[in-house]
């Protein structure tokens, strides 16, 4: 795909460009961590692009944590708006890939995910400080992105170097095109660095690769070992709940009047009454059940499923741990 | 730098083809709109909902959720032939939905979302014994089987029906049984935990039906339903009569919430029983360390 420069001066037209079609969203430095946040024209505009992705996962773009799924006894269905997500980081991009598989792929089809998904214009970052929580390196992601997101970039020296990645990402910047100028042979040698240094980081901070026949390994954990790991957890559910991946919800219904609406909620597995059923019976009312059930899920059945593990690597579940149980360590002595 | 790339084992999941087949443009949460036509009780805790027509299509096996309007959802196979006019669910009461649909009246409004999971294989079944397990509440999805075989009953070589309750008051169709029992090539045999002096026929638990096995156990197709409990050991037994592992189908139980194999909920393994189920083949679960919950 073709190289585009957008210079450093023209950043803020583009966005306030994009902000004229629909709401944007990018990342914004706060209290020491990184938000995905709103842009608003009459507010200071910010880079940070280089920091690693936000605190919160896109998911809550494409698969809110609580959303009206259908109505009673008269459907109606709200329709969604165009929304923009500028430097989100490739770790988030596999949840998006997990999702598009279940809500997508899977028949049948979820009505409301494809709409924000039509609608949401995903535009990457590449990620070129990899810090000590990120793992992408181990399941199979490079901290930059090829696919799955509409338009790629490159934050370089003299601005942010774009690669159209779809249809819509090509149009996108066809319609700005006065905003860019060609890319030179330097500032993509620039590109070339910034990544090999990434990935170098990443090997560096994870020192040891999974190994090939993980999923096996996870299907035939030693229950005692898995027991040790997660002696720590004191679930609270936070690395599910900030996993990017994660996409179990449960439906519930709420009167309005003469009416009801449904509506969807996050869930997570290692809740107690998650699979419990109407006469009580459960099949995983241990916590040592549960734990390995989030195993079995991210790196054994959904590996079967679709040839992908349901983790980014993002490393959400250690930093959100309040264990701080590193799930990379509990992979690695399997 | 070389990625490591998640190995594909694809050995023993289930095909994605039958995952697919659902989409057909409706909203799939969306319940659809049904009163209430007539309740009958069939025991102290055991109720019929007949609903005012069918608002799904759907074959002997498929589940649907049965909504209580406000309350929530709860996931039943019915009970009623699916070539009959009117739905019906056979239901027990036991927690918070079922409660709410134990208080509604005929007429009241329920909503209706399916069908979901994938039917008894019947063109399987053709020429051969059906031998049928149940237990308790486990009667209502075997009704609506042995209903559709009824509808074809020369497609077999006979129907078998083995059923167990607690006591006599505790047999579901109770009201149906004895007409059944004269049709030609149908053959039922009932037990009861505790009998009273009434009871003429046997008295134990269903396994105990199970002792002499009339068919030919290398080709018939056997189908169980029943409390957990009941199918441990019916499973137990009918292994060790002989059937084939692939020839047992079993009713599994599971927590259910979409009901189409996405919110995650009623998993037992890498098996989705809402989409690979809920009727799972002793050969598809064996290797799950519990799967009677």
Not at chain 1, 56 to 78: C, G, M, N, W, Y
Not at chain 1, 81 to 102: A, M
Not at chain 1, 147 to 160: E, P, Y
Request: aromatic share 12%; net charge positive.
């Amino acid at each position: 795909m073709k190289l585009y420069l957008l210079p450093s001066d023209n950043i803020i037209h583009f966005i306030t460009k994009l902000a004229e079609d629909g709401p944007v969203f990018y990342p914004v430095f706060e209290d020491d961590k990184v938000h995905l946040n709103k842009f608003d024209k009459d507010k200071k505009f910010e880079l940070n692009f280089e920091k690693i992705r936000t605190v919160e996962t896109i998911k809550h773009f494409l698969f809110p944590s609580r959303d009206v799924v259908a109505k009673f006894p008269k459907d109606a269905q709200k329709k969604t708006e165009r929304q923009y997500l500028v430097g989100v980081k490739n770790c988030d991009l596999r949840g998006i890939d997990v999702y598009d598989k279940v809500f997508l792929d899977w028949e049948p089809i979820d009505f409301g995910y494809k709409q924000r998904r039509e609608n949401t214009i995903i535009i990457s970052a590449d990620c070129p400080e990899p810090e000590d929580c990120c793992f992408c390196n181990l399941v199979g992601l490079n901290p930059f992105c090829e696919s799955i997101s509409d338009i790629n970039f490159t934050q370089v020296s003299s601005g942010l170097l774009f690669e159209a990645i779809t249809k819509k990402g090509d149009e996108i910047i066809n319609k700005m095109e006065d905003l860019f100028t060609g890319a030179s042979k330097e500032v993509q040698q620039q590109r070339d660095k910034i990544r090999k240094h990434a990935i170098n980081k990443l090997n560096k901070i994870n020192k040891k690769s999974f190994k090939k026949d993980l999923p096996k390994r996870v299907e035939k954990a030693d229950k005692q070992k898995m027991h040790n790991a997660r002696k720590d957890c004191v679930e609270c559910h936070a690395c599910l709940h900030a996993c990017p991946t994660c996409y179990c919800f449960l439906l519930s219904d709420y009167k309005r009047g003469k009416n009801f609406e449904r509506v969807r909620t996050w869930d997570a597995c290692y809740y107690a009454a998650y699979a419990r059923v109407g006469g009580g019976a459960n099949p995983r009312s241990k916590l040592d059940e549960r734990f390995w059930n989030r195993f079995q899920c991210k790196f054994n059945y959904f590996n079967k499923y679709e040839g992908i593990y349901a983790c980014s690597g993002c490393g959400r579940c250690y930093r959100g741990c309040s264990g701080k149980i590193d799930i990379r360590e509990i992979l690695w002595n399997l | 730098m070389e990625s490591v790339n998640p190995v594909k084992n694809s050995d023993k999941v289930l095909d994605q083809s039958q995952r697919k087949g659902l989409s057909n443009g409706v909203n799939p949460y969306y319940s659809i709109p049904i009163k209430i036509k007539e309740i009958i009780p069939e025991t102290s805790n055991i109720t019929t909902f007949i609903l005012d027509g069918m608002p799904i299509k759907f074959e002997a096996g498929q589940f649907a959720e049965l909504t209580v309007p406000g309350v929530g959802e709860a996931p039943f196979t019915p009970s009623s032939s699916p070539y009959a006019k009117n739905m019906e669910f056979t239901i027990m009461q036991v927690g918070r939905v079922t409660t709410a649909l134990f208080n509604l009246k005929e007429g009241d409004l329920v909503g209706v979302r399916g069908p979901f999971g994938k039917p008894y294989p019947l063109k399987d079944f053709k020429g051969k014994e059906i031998y049928i397990v149940g237990g308790g509440v486990g009667f209502a999805p075997l009704r609506s089987l042995f209903l559709a075989l009824l509808h074809n009953i020369k497609d077999y070589k006979k129907i078998y029906i083995r059923y167990g309750a607690r006591t006599p008051d505790d047999i579901v169709y109770r009201r149906l049984i004895p007409d059944w029992q004269k049709i030609n090539g149908v053959d039922i045999a009932l037990t009861v935990d505790v009998g009273d002096e009434s009871w003429k026929e046997t008295v134990g638990v269903v396994t105990v039906l199970l002792e002499q096995i009339p068919v030919n156990v290398k080709s018939s197709p056997t189908i169980v339903c029943g409390p957990p409990i009941m199918l441990k050991f019916a499973t137990k037994r009918l292994i060790e009569a002989g059937f084939t592992h692939s020839n047992i189908y079993l009713s599994m139980e599971s927590n259910m919430s979409c009901g189409f194999g996405k919110c995650n909920h009623c998993r037992l393994g890498e098996i989705y029983v809402c989409k690979d189920g809920p009727v799972l083949t002793w050969e598809n679960v064996k290797d799950i360390e519990e799967p009677f919950i």
